[in-house]
């Protein structure tokens, strides 16, 4: 079953515009992490931001999480061609694995 | 250094066959995960291990599925009597050691095919 919901679905921006891609998950978390996906293959993990955390930033990047309304947000600024992937939020991992959403389809224009 | 392979990057079968994917995880890590990814969808896990044991099986959908990781580094996802239900992408991912605040570094996966 999928935790999280990324909204939107999909979303497609200019290139050097910024892009935002919402998050919600349904059960408590420790930590909530986003990964990002080219070309349908190679998941790869962008940032982790703990539950006692509000807002984390990595280069361009920056997540913030809300767990009183369940919910986090990735934030892509200064957006260029390379960032066009899909982008899934991921809840737990340890021993049960992680649980994803259905994920954002973001496509930068040139 | 050398992130996690999988082999092979693509399998076609038919019906009723059996499969085996194999992952290598990178060396070192002792948490190893398989994780399936249908069209348009996020990847669902599978099966967890923590050395050589399967600590947790929960997501395997049916007997069919088994998977193995004998001494404790490559494993195996064995599918049995393989029907077009179970076409997805097969991912692999590894981890330095268990936790929920360890980063998964995941394969390039295999794309599994049921004629």
């Known amino acids: 079953s999928q935790q999280g919901e990324e909204d939107p679905q999909a979303l497609s921006i200019q290139e050097g515009e910024n892009a935002t891609m919402n998050c919600s998950y349904k059960t408590s978390i420790n930590n909530l992490q986003w990964y990002r996906q080219n070309s349908g293959r190679g998941l790869v993990h962008l940032i982790l931001i703990r539950s006692n955390e509000r807002e984390k930033h990595s280069g361009r990047l920056r997540v913030t999480l809300d767990t009183s309304k369940k919910s986090s947000s990735l934030l892509i600024t200064a957006s260029r061609a390379a960032d066009t992937a899909s982008y899934f939020c991921?809840?737990?991992?340890?021993?049960?694995?992680?649980?994803f959403g259905k994920g954002t389809h973001l496509i930068i224009q040139p | 250094g050398a992130g996690v392979s999988q082999t092979p990057s693509n399998k076609v079968t038919e019906k009723g066959k059996y499969v085996e994917l194999r992952c290598d995880p990178i060396s070192g890590h002792t948490a190893l995960y398989w994780y399936r990814q249908s069209l348009g969808q996020g990847p669902e896990f599978l099966i967890y291990f923590q050395g050589t044991g399967a600590a947790d099986d929960s997501g395997l959908p049916n007997d069919r599925f088994f998977a193995v990781r004998p001494e404790g580094s490559v494993s195996t996802l064995k599918i049995q009597r393989t029907e077009r239900g179970d076409s997805a992408v097969y991912l692999c991912?590894?981890?330095?050691?268990?936790?929920?605040?360890?980063?998964?570094?995941f394969g390039p996966g295999t794309r599994l095919t049921v004629l």
């Open positions: 991912a590894s981890s330095p050691q268990s936790g929920s605040y360890n980063e998964q570094f």
């Open positions: 991921a809840t737990g991992g340890g021993a049960d694995g992680l649980t």
